[in-house]
């Protein structure tokens, strides 16, 4: 299973959650250029190894103290040399559930490892 939590800090300081709205219909090219150099981590928790894409080389060092850290920048570049297709594909619409539960904020998307 793989869970991937994605937040932001606001400029009060806080993190905050990346809305589904925020990211529906981008590349993932898209986000990660657009998360690179800003203060966003995104952590992917896979069958309980923990890593992070990290915005800034500040976050980038802190995520470093809780498990495998790289930069947005370095997984474009690695990316393109291993599998670009990767970098074309769309990230879903999760903002269905907003639809039919008003208000509410997707918090985590989990895929399944089919294997």
């Known amino acids: ?10 400029d009060s300081g806080q993190w905050k959650y990346v809305s589904a709205a925020a990211l529906a219909g981008k590349t993932l090219l898209m986000f990660f250029q657009e998360s690179d150099g800003a203060e966003i981590v995104a952590e992917v928790n896979l069958d309980g190894r923990r890593l992070f894409f990290c915005g800034t080389d500040y976050w980038l060092e802190r995520m470093k103290l809780k498990g495998e850290a790289v930069s947005f920048d370095y997984a474009i570049q690695r ?24 208000g509410c904020q997707v918090v985590e998307h989990k895929i399944l490892n089919p294997k």
Not at 82 to 99: C, G, R, S, T, W
């Open 1 to 10: 299973m793989i869970t991937i939590t994605i937040k932001q800090r606001a």
């Open 79 to 102: 990316l393109k040399q291993i599998n670009p297709e990767l970098l074309a594909e769309k990230l879903p619409d999760l903002d269905m559930v907003d639809y039919v539960f008003e």
